[in-house]
């Protein structure tokens, strides 16, 4: 007899990432399947984990989510404005299999992920942010992801504008001026015709950005008083970023808070921030 | 024999409030002390205290404080403008007892006593602000204050200008326009000459100030989620600030958040949280 395997879900907006794993460093399979309709894309999740036996899953969702054991949503995907989803009933979709789900934000779950085995470890308080198409944060305090009346927004911070940035309004429909709709990579393609990574590394752009995030990281700070800052996703990808994002946050918050020189780091996991924190909210789940 | 008498330790920049209570209806003795030297003062505190017989004490301190029970200035005051108070061994001022002391900031302790007694009642995840000289913020999370790298500091979230409010540069020393420098107390006074509740109701001054506490606001539901914001503190005392407060921020956070219709709350504590949320540190440090 084997190890035990776990069923691991990264659910995004336009793609889920699908792993079967034993441990984070024995990952034996992975899937990649675009975000179409629910019925279609869990039908599909369904059938490539129905080839395994499972021991419990996890699934690291896009949001928002319902998180609250005593709501009968629990597990469903929230209003949404993506098309079809509002109500899709993620976990209930692998119910089929008789084992335990554990069920959370992709954000909160890459936190968790992330303090258990990536950039964070022995970390008791860590937030994951991602910098991406979206803007999106979790966190980790003791390990365990952190709910409340629904989960963090973490990309929907209020920011200060950039002096030179006067011009665009922001793009979020809800906020205008929340990081999100200052810093995700759709605004910045709005305000310079490309992306970041696009653009010459003297390019007024690369520093507008680090200032948002900037921001995004001393309100995180304000509140939560993480130990770490794991930084991911797609625009974070862009050479030099991250430290700018570093020397803007310690210019900004100007050694007022007790966070550590190392606060602002890459993933550990590096692009399995998601699919291993979902591992461990397999693990979690079958812990009871 | 009696109840068990808990000693309770509301210390703050300009007075510590000090009361002796077997339960929150039950504080059977309370002493108001200014604050000077640390010696004098806590000299005070502990001839007080020692005409009782005392189980357990609290102290929910003004910041920033040292709450790692690793570190060995545990118990201590951090690094501090207040004169003479920087290492401060506020803890270790009660160690003669031979009683546990339960440490930690005083919105932390607010924000338990909230959750436990006051306005959270059941509340899962409470965030206690307080708007007054300085703005400050703790969070209890399953009834236990948040910590991390060392604690929040929610003052320090950056907000942005209201649009007739360009004149005046923020006072906080270290960030300029962060909520304790474009809304505390003598920020207000800075700004028009006279403190909120000097000034008629239809001055702009109550807007602009619901504008900044609104931010303030939006941040931690971003960042946290909670489902109770208890709002307390001098400041907070103007009549028809709480509610101007709801409302810009239903306003700003334009319905994205999944915030109870009543999550900003004044004090079910009155003026006691501070005092109260002590007395649970205290019970919690007997539990041990």
Known sequence: MGEALYG???AGGTKFVLGVASGPD??????????????????????WFAEHTIAAFGIGSFGPVILDRADPAWGHIADTPKPGWSGADMAGALSGFAAPVGFDTD?????????????????????????????????????RPVHGARHPEMGHVRV?????????????????????????GPSIIARHGASLSELPADHPAHMIEAHYLAQLVQNVVAVLSPQVVVMGGGVMATPGLIDRVRGEYARLAAGYFASPADLIRAPGLGDRSGLLGALALAMAAERG
């Open 8 to 10: 691991c879900v990264e």
């Open 26 to 47: 024995r990952v034996i399979a992975t899937k990649r399947i675009p975000t179409t309709t629910p019925a279609e894309t869990l039908g599909r999740m369904r059938d």
């Open 107 to 143: 954000v909160n779950a890459a936190a968790i992920g992330e303090a258990r085995w990536g950039s964070g470890q022995g970390a008791a308080s860590l937030v994951y942010l991602t910098v991406g198409t979206g803007i999106g944060g979790g966190a980790a305090i003791g390990g």
């Open 160 to 184: 200060s504008r950039h002096p030179d940035d006067a011009g665009l309004a922001g793009i979020c429909p809800f906020h205008g001026d929340c990081a999100e709709g200052l810093a995700n």
